[in-house]
Every structure is written in C-alpha cells, then in structure tokens.
C-alpha cells in the first residue's frame, strides 16, 4: 500500500536528532517568541470570555486588536524558527501536525523552563 508524501515526511524522530533541535539557539529562540505570545494572547482569550459572560468590563477595541496583532506578529517568527531548527511539521489544512514527541517537546519548553 502506498504511503502519501505526508506519512513519509513525518516519520518518528530520532532521540539524538530531537535533542539537537531543542538545544539549538534557533529552536530556544521560537520558544520564547512563543511564549510571548501566549503572554499577551492568552489573557485576551481570558478577558473576552469574562466579557462575554458579562462577569467584568468589556475590553477596549483597540487593545483587544493591539494585543492580538502583537501575538500573531511574535507567533509568525516563531513558526519559521521552529521551521528553520529543523522541527519537522505541516499544515494539513487549518492544522498544523508534526510529530507526537516533537509536539510534547515543544509544549513542555514552552510552558515550563527548563534549566
């Protein structure tokens, strides 16, 4: 049975070849671009939802759309620096898929420091 171009792309990576990544200067460098933009998106997300149950005051216009703008102009960057560190991924429509272990690497950089 033939494989598509996107299962053969993604095979499992190695230990040492995902252990070279997470210590480059390119990947630590997305992991922080990455998390600021979780720092100035994430409570946005969580003042919106606060609005919208009418729990607390709406927020501005024109922070909401200022925080947002500087969450996707750090959130971009970061996405080709993960690219360019070689963390294998794809698009496969509106979602982004890469390795299991890749992905769980990323999430454990990203919210938690390591030392």
């Known amino acids: ?4 171009l996107y299962d053969a792309w993604m095979l ?3 230990d040492e070849a995902l252990r070279g990544i997470r210590q480059s200067a390119t990947y630590r460098n997305a992991v ?6 979780n720092l100035v998106g994430l409570p946005v997300v969580v003042w919106g939802i606060v609005s919208i149950a009418q729990i607390g005051p709406t927020l501005p216009r024109p922070v909401f759309i200022g925080a947002w703008a500087v969450g996707c ?3 971009v960057p970061a996405v080709v620096l993960f690219y360019r560190s070689g963390t294998p991924f794809g698009c496969k429509g509106l979602t982004w898929l890469t390795d299991k272990r890749v992905g769980n690497a990323i999430l454990e950089d990203v919210f938690r420091l390591r030392p």
């Open 12 to 14: 499992p990576i190695q």
């Open 32 to 37: 922080w671009l990455t998390r600021v933009a």
């Open 73 to 75: 102009v750090t959130l």
């Open 1 to 4: 049975m033939a494989r598509s």
